[in-house]
């Protein structure tokens, strides 16, 4: 069964504590991504990789961390400098790049104690 | 800066009605547009595609119309179903490997039996 995995779905950080979210994909696509998701806003891009070992900064970067060992692993780390990180994290991925369709995880809420 | 704005109410339909869902955007050029179900607590899901130069596209029940002088699309779902029932999120993209694609906020539609 291909498709992006997420885990876990949903994740409590407390106050000074750095959480990962995890994103597997089997598909062999090239390009991943981390988007989150707020009631009435669009998502928006946190960070997104085109290929291993290599990514790129989205719109809100800032608290956040990657890291793209291998192509299908493309973890999220929110670090305690991230303020307000209570929303529901997206991972998706696409063959190549930004310009095409992309293909969405399941989902991760993180929410604060 | 880029805008994107899509219908601001919920929309609630009867079952077998057409539901038309509205995405206009400011400031922005794009090559195609593309628009995603959203269930609740899930990924978006990618639904159709439609570039710069069609004019209406169809997959099934769905059609998707793309207006770049009224900077507009809109999206169609005929003989409407409660199964519809979902958030829809429109996105536009440049089609080029540097430019992401950027999503609408979303339009929550419930069709009623």
């Known amino acids: 069964d291909g498709g992006i995995t997420q885990s876990p779905k949903y994740l409590f950080r407390k106050e000074g504590q750095n959480v990962t979210l995890s994103c597997e994909q089997n598909l062999n696509h090239d390009a991943m991504y981390w988007y989150r998701q707020d009631p009435g806003q669009g998502l928006r891009l946190i960070y997104y990789?085109?290929?291993?070992?290599?990514?790129q900064k989205g719109d809100i970067a800032e608290g956040y961390s990657v890291s793209r060992e291998k192509k299908e692993s493309f973890p999220l780390t929110v670090t305690s400098a991230q303020k307000n990180p209570t929303a529901f994290y997206l991972c998706?991925?696409?063959?190549?790049?930004?310009?095409?369709?992309?293909?969405f995880g399941p989902g991760t809420r993180l929410l604060v104690l | 800066s880029q805008k994107i704005e899509q219908n601001s109410e919920a929309l609630n339909i009867q079952e077998g009605k057409t539901a038309t869902l509205t995405c206009n955007y400011t400031n922005y050029s794009p090559a195609y547009l593309q628009w995603y179900r959203q269930d609740p607590g899930r990924g978006p899901v990618f639904l159709l595609l439609?570039?710069?130069?069609?004019k209406e596209k169809r997959k099934e029940r769905l059609k998707v119309t793309f207006d770049t002088t009224l900077k507009q699309s809109l999206f169609h779902i005929t003989a409407s179903q409660p199964a519809d029932s979902a958030t829809y999120l429109c996105a536009l993209g440049r089609g080029t490997s540097y430019d992401k694609v950027i999503f609408g906020p979303g339009t929550s539609l419930s069709v009623i039996p």
């Open positions: 990789s085109q290929i291993v070992n290599d990514f």
């Open positions: 439609i570039r710069e130069n069609e």
């Open positions: 998706a991925s696409s063959i190549r790049g930004l310009e095409e369709t992309q293909y």
